[in-house]
């Protein structure tokens, strides 16, 4: 391991996440903007859905760890929500039991210690005309219609176990002309809805009510030498004002 010892944050889902390093994805954004104060740890899983989680759930957040993330951010249920494979495999997981599922994943993340606290990621819309254009019918049974009770049933679910929640259901729609500027493939997410993606997370987490804060100005800067030149500005000052850049212009009344 790396000194000094930083927050850890995990992203921990299916290629939403695997993929958030890519093109100004929000992964990459998050890592930026923490870069002197957490640590963003990658856990993506392209292809996955919940069940898959479950299984890896002890491997990739052991209960036993010395050191145990700060903040978790959990996205599945884009793959859960396909319709059934005729042949009866595939990514599909009933409504119920992903819910049962998201459950399991938010309780074993909140008992791993009394500062780790949970963000889950609502299953956000897609554009199911470029999915048929790029795709084909190489993917097949993907549809808002079928995807929505899964974000709002998400939604409940984080409010009956005290897990902050995301909703990029509704978020990412309320962007101009979200159909066309969105997505890659009609899935995953442009720069543009990435900046949607740190701008809701960062609001979360600015706004909740945890002690110790863990939006990025409230933590400490690492290493916070200077050359003491009088009137300039220091290298603190400096990180803050990149900081302030790194981040969305949407989200600018959140700092």
Known sequence: MVGPGRPQI??????IVQYSFINGGWGAVLADVYSRTADIILRGYGG???RFA???LDQVFPKDAVVQPSLVIVYFGGNDSKAPHPSGHGSHV????FIENMRKIGEHLLSLSDKTRVIFLSPPPMNETQIQLVFGDAIK???NEV???YA??????????NVKCVDLWNAIQQQDDWLNT??????????KASEVVVKEVLKVVKEADWKPSLHWKSLPIEFPFDFGVPNSLSLTEIELMRNDQLEPPPSASLL
């Open 10 to 15: 995990v992203l921990f889902g299916s290629s």
């Open 48 to 50: 996955w859905n919940s």
């Open 54 to 56: 479950l299984k890896v």
């Open 94 to 97: 009933p409504l119920s039991e």
């Open 141 to 143: 049974g993907r549809n």
């Open 147 to 149: 995807c929505r009770p």
């Open 152 to 161: 709002e049933a998400l939604l409940k679910l984080c409010s009956d176990i």
């Open 182 to 191: 969105c997505f890659t493939d009609g899935i995953h997410f442009t720069a």
